[in-house]
């Protein structure tokens, strides 16, 4: 009872009010725009933003279900803890799936899509982590893993965002690899602090 008491007291205070808001805003911003880029995708049959709105769905999930989650009880939110950090994992792995992509086949070359679709991706992860960052330090393991997940996306989409600008290069395809895996290494760190935070509190 006293657990529970004290998650709904964060939910009701200033700093919970303020990361729901940002929790929804994020996840209803994540949702339209991962609509929207499958949506342009398919209509311009660039190819290029199929995989931002995949990077979008993962978005709206983890968010969605740390703003249904936060302050409903300690337990609850442990459980959410898990499925955040198995969200976490699933992108890792699919991370693994884009390392393995990128070395067995020749990439296609970036087109002016591409550096478009990586620019708009980067811009909104960044807006993603400059609305949770005031929440780093909270040791609640759905602020951490809210927060993490869009440092790691700010990260990658910065780093990914300067690829298409490079393409030109015969190291462009290994820069892309590079990122890659730094996006994998990062995403599986991510889940085991998630899961290490929620089995601790």
């Known amino acids: 009872m006293g657990e529970s008491s004290q998650t709904q007291s964060l939910r009701k205070s200033e700093d919970g009010q303020r990361f729901l808001q940002a929790l929804r805003l994020i996840s209803i911003a994540a949702l339209s725009l991962s609509v929207l880029s499958v949506a342009f995708d398919w209509l311009s049959a660039s190819e290029s933003y199929l995989e931002d709105g995949v990077c979008w769905i993962y978005d709206s999930a983890i968010y969605g279900v740390a703003a249904i989650s936060f302050g409903r009880g300690a337990s609850f ?15 890792g792995c699919q991370g693994s799936y884009d390392i393995w992509s990128e070395i067995v086949r ?16 980067a811009t909104g992860a960044i ?6 960052f005031r929440f780093r330090t909270s040791g609640e393991p759905l602020m951490t893993a809210t927060w993490l997940s869009a440092r790691n996306s700010a990260a990658i989409a910065l780093a990914g965002a300067a690829v298409p600008a490079l393409s030109h290069a015969s190291s462009g395809d290994a820069l892309q690899i590079i990122v890659d895996c ?9 889940a085991f602090f998630v899961a290490k935070e929620a089995v601790e509190t």
């Open 77 to 91: 939110e442990r459980v959410a803890a898990f499925m955040l950090s198995l969200i976490l994992a699933i992108a």
């Open 106 to 121: 020749t990439a296609p070359a970036h087109s002016a899509d591409a550096a478009a679709s990586a620019s708009a991706l």
């Open 127 to 132: 807006l993603e982590a400059a609305l949770l």
């Open 182 to 190: 730094v996006d994998t290494l990062l995403a599986f760190q991510a």
